[in-house]
């Protein structure tokens, strides 16, 4: 589906992915988990061709889509959830998620987009009781499920997803980790990029862990879960009753 | 949506149609004149307010625009071409019709563009000149594209200002009317007066129609997308540089066919129309209007044109759309007719102090 092949990006003089390689197979839920500033939000930016990779090759869906612009790769089947969820404040809920199906008017798929909208609002029946309210008095929350249900009107092939839990309490980060594993299992391929790595994990297929804009280590969610040092750096295992036990 | 589109456009016709009545009863039939002329320029706040209101991107250079359509057509109606009749080009398109012969200043015969043919050029070289800066100058943000908006305007203003074949300082006279459709032209003095009006104003509505279908699609949703965040609208598959460009084009050609017609009306055109202060003055009325309100903003350019145009400024008229810009940032940001006092006077308050970014 998609893969990555000693990929390096960043911006300006400051270089932030060094030789990434990847891939995600259809039907997978990959993550990459990392501390703040690792650079999983660049990479993420950079499949999207919203940040120019200088080296490397992305394949996406069998094309070559390294110097792609954006709206053509999004065209092709890859749509990004950026951080932050960036709805259109100004805009109603419906308007946004009309937006996100931008590309299906542009395939000539406009006969499918109101029964899109109706999945949508069938994954998320929040968004259908405020779909003529402004984008920018939803909740966090909400804003994050108008922000996945927007990528979704375009029918994507792979959806990637950039810290959809960022802010959100507890119990809600549990709803979305929840939609998204159902986003999989109705056959759209995930790529989850997430601070929250045990959530995370708990529903990926695989992951890789990016450290200072390198991969550093790649296994299957159980692997990395049960992997002591990612237990340790990203899974906040208590290193001293680890220390007491050994001793 | 559909219904109210064209109910609004019915009743700004109606709304027109009164004016015209009024101005007739009140005896001050002579209004009639500055309201044709304000409705040409009120072609260019339309697109502008499309540009800037819709799309977020600000133009200081629109009154180059509508100099360009109003130079073409001045210019390609004017120029005498007898002494090259015998040319092959002259000649074919003498052939066509394309040129016509009609009399000059001093009752001699010339040979010159026909309206029609002109207007076209008009539309075209805009287009192309739209596109060739627009290109470029749109890869700008904020600050960035208004001062390259503005430098293009200078140019143009600086280069009619220095061309002699287009007049100079004086500009172009003598522009013959445009015979739209048989029996109706544009220009022809006081007799044509009340026909003149309602062309103007039934191609504002024509305008306004085309530019609100626009914006009630999802080519205006796209337009309010990149408005909010350049990226999350690419994100979207929305071919951001693709829309610029093209509502940047749309909206220089609607300012260029303004300037046209006010050239045939006027019968002449001067390099001050393409002056930068010209162009302030629309983005003026946009602001009042409201961004993204297009009837505001349409309403706004009749009523400050027209009382500019009849000089109830006075010496003051550059400084009154200043002033008002100025007022209209402080207070109601939103522009006048989305005004809320309260909020105005609170937003007002924090902006005085400093902290007004959020607002």
């Not at chain 1, 893969?3 to 990434?20: E, I």
């Not at chain 1, 029918?155 to 979305?176: C, N, Q, T, Y």
């Not at chain 2, 120029?79 to 090259?84: E, G, K, S």
């Not at chain 2, 071919?239 to 749309?250: E, G, Q």
């Amino acid at each position: 589906m998609l893969r990555l092949r000693n990929v390096d990006a960043g911006y300006g003089a400051l270089t932030v992915l060094r030789r990434v390689s990847l891939h995600v197979n259809p039907g997978e839920i990959v993550t990459i988990v990392g501390a703040n500033g690792a650079g999983k939000t660049t990479l993420l930016r950079t499949v999207a061709g919203l940040v120019r990779a200088r080296g490397g090759e992305l394949v996406f869906a069998g094309a070559a889509v390294t110097r792609l612009r954006t709206e053509r790769i999004v065209a092709l089947g890859c749509s990004l959830v950026p951080e932050g969820r960036q709805v259109f404040a100004p805009m109603e809920v419906r308007e946004n998620l009309l937006l996100g199906a931008h590309v299906q008017y542009a395939r000539g798929r406009k006969d499918e987009v109101a029964r899109d909208l109706e999945r949508v609002y069938g994954l998320f029946p929040v968004l259908a009781q405020r779909a003529r309210q402004l984008a920018g008095t939803l909740s966090g929350g909400e804003q994050q499920m108008l922000a996945i249900g927007r990528a979704l009107m375009a029918r994507p092939k792979l959806v990637m997803l950039d810290e959809p839990s960022m802010g959100l309490a507890p119990l809600v980060v549990k709803d979305i980790f929840g939609i998204v594993k159902r986003i999989s299992e109705e056959g759209t391929t995930v790529l989850l990029v997430e601070q929250n790595a045990r959530s995370a994990l708990q529903i990926a297929t695989r992951g890789y862990v990016l450290e200072t804009g390198r991969i550093v280590l790649q296994g299957t969610a159980e692997e990395l879960l049960s992997n002591r040092d990612v237990q340790r750096a990203y899974l906040g295992s208590d290193l001293d009753a680890e220390n007491r036990v050994a001793t | 949506m559909l219904g109210s589109r064209y109910a609004r456009v019915a009743l700004f016709l109606a709304a027109v149609v009164a004016v015209q009545l009024l101005a007739h009863a009140a005896e001050k039939p002579f209004f009639l004149t500055q309201l044709t002329m304000a409705a040409y320029y009120t072609l260019v706040a339309a697109g502008l307010s499309l540009l800037m209101g819709y799309a977020g991107q600000i133009s200081l250079g629109h009154a180059a625009f509508f100099a360009i359509g109003g130079y073409a057509s001045g210019y390609l109606t004017t120029v005498d071409l007898t002494a090259r009749r015998e040319g092959p080009l002259v000649a074919v398109l003498a052939r066509l019709h394309v040129l016509v012969p009609h009399a000059d200043l001093y009752g001699g015969e010339a040979l010159s563009f026909h309206p029609w043919a002109a207007f076209a050029v008009a539309v075209v070289l805009t287009l192309a000149v739209a596109w060739l800066i627009g290109v470029p100058v749109l890869k700008l943000k904020g600050h960035y594209l208004a001062m390259a908006t503005l430098g293009f305007g200078t140019i143009v203003y600086s280069i009619l200002l220095a061309s002699e074949s287009l007049g100079a300082a004086d500009g172009l006279g003598s522009v013959p009317p445009f015979p739209l459709l048989p029996g109706i032209s544009v220009g022809g003095g006081r007799a044509a007066r009340v026909a003149n009006y309602y062309v103007a104003w039934g191609l504002v509505a024509l305008a306004l129609l085309v530019l609100s279908s626009l914006v009630e699609s999802r080519v205006g949703r796209a337009l309010r997308a990149i408005h909010g965040a350049e990226d999350a609208a690419a994100s979207m598959g929305v071919d951001v540089a693709r829309y610029k460009l093209k509502t940047f084009v749309l909206s220089a050609v609607l300012a260029a066919v303004g300037g046209s017609f006010l050239t045939h009306f006027n019968a002449g055109i001067g390099p001050a129309e393409a002056g930068v202060m010209k162009s302030v003055r629309y983005v003026a009325i946009v602001a009042v209007g409201g961004m993204g309100s297009l009837w505001g903003t349409v309403a706004t350019s009749a009523v400050l044109t027209f009382l500019s145009l009849r000089g109830y400024f006075g010496t003051l008229d550059d400084a009154v759309f200043g002033a008002v810009l100025i007022a209209v940032m402080l207070f109601s940001p939103d522009g006048v007719l989305r005004f809320d006092p309260r909020g105005a006077l609170r937003t007002a308050r924090d902006r005085l102090r400093g902290s007004g970014v959020a607002g």
